[in-house]
């Protein structure tokens, strides 16, 4: 078990996964139930979830200035914070890309690869709160696993998705658009699969 002291660490990262969770939810009902009229609310919406996310990074690296002692390696404690960061960052660049680009409808892949966004955001929300334990826990690699089974799915859907918007006789600025979304849901699935690289390291070094 955690000592007190180190709760802090192990309690934010879990808290940042939080505001993922939160953005990667807010994101999947906005391509379900898709209406032009409601993104600039949504806008502000996930912008308060990112900024709240920021907070939460620039807290934890305050405490890691100040700490003697770290439960991790320090090196380890700012690669996750940044990737949880990222998560959160490239969940609202996508939004970002439907908002500017002002699309007339939500495309399937895309309402697909936003699923495995929230599905791998909720799989890493339960690996850090199993991160805690990681010296002896029987469970964490499976939910890294889980993470990175994600991540390819989403990659599978990212080929597809671009496949068909180059040979499906699209406009050239809905393919520019989609290009931009399409990649920016595919560099979420990667955040997280990046973090639980993270966790697989420190594993890994305690072994």
Not at 113 to 130: D, F, G, R, W
Request: hydrophobic share 40%.
């Amino acid at each position: 078990m955690a000592k007190k002291g180190d709760r802090y660490y192990f309690d934010n990262f879990i808290e940042c996964v939080e505001c993922s969770c939160l953005a990667a939810t807010l994101l999947g009902e906005t391509v379900k139930n898709y209406s032009g009229s409601k993104l600039t609310q949504v806008r502000e919406q996930i912008h308060e979830i990112e900024h709240e996310a920021d907070v939460k990074k620039h807290e934890l690296m305050n405490m890691l200035n100040k700490a003697f002692i770290t439960p991790i390696e320090r090196e380890d404690i700012i690669s996750l914070a940044q990737n949880l960061d990222d998560i959160t960052d490239t969940i609202e660049d996508v939004f970002l890309r439907i908002y500017i680009c002002d699309v007339d409808a939500i495309k399937d892949t895309a309402v697909a690869m936003t699923e495995l966004v929230i599905s791998a955001c909720a799989a890493l929300k339960t690996a850090m709160e199993e991160f805690p334990e990681f010296r002896k826990s029987t469970k964490l690699r499976e939910y890294l696993i889980r993470i990175n089974d994600l991540e390819e799915e989403g990659d599978n859907l990212y080929i597809e998705g671009m496949r068909e918007l180059h040979t499906g006789g699209c406009d050239p600025l809905e393919v520019i658009a989609w290009r931009d979304i399409y990649s920016y849901l595919e560099r979420c699935m990667d955040a997280c699969e990046h973090a639980a690289d993270v966790i697989e390291t420190v594993i890994m070094k305690n072994s």
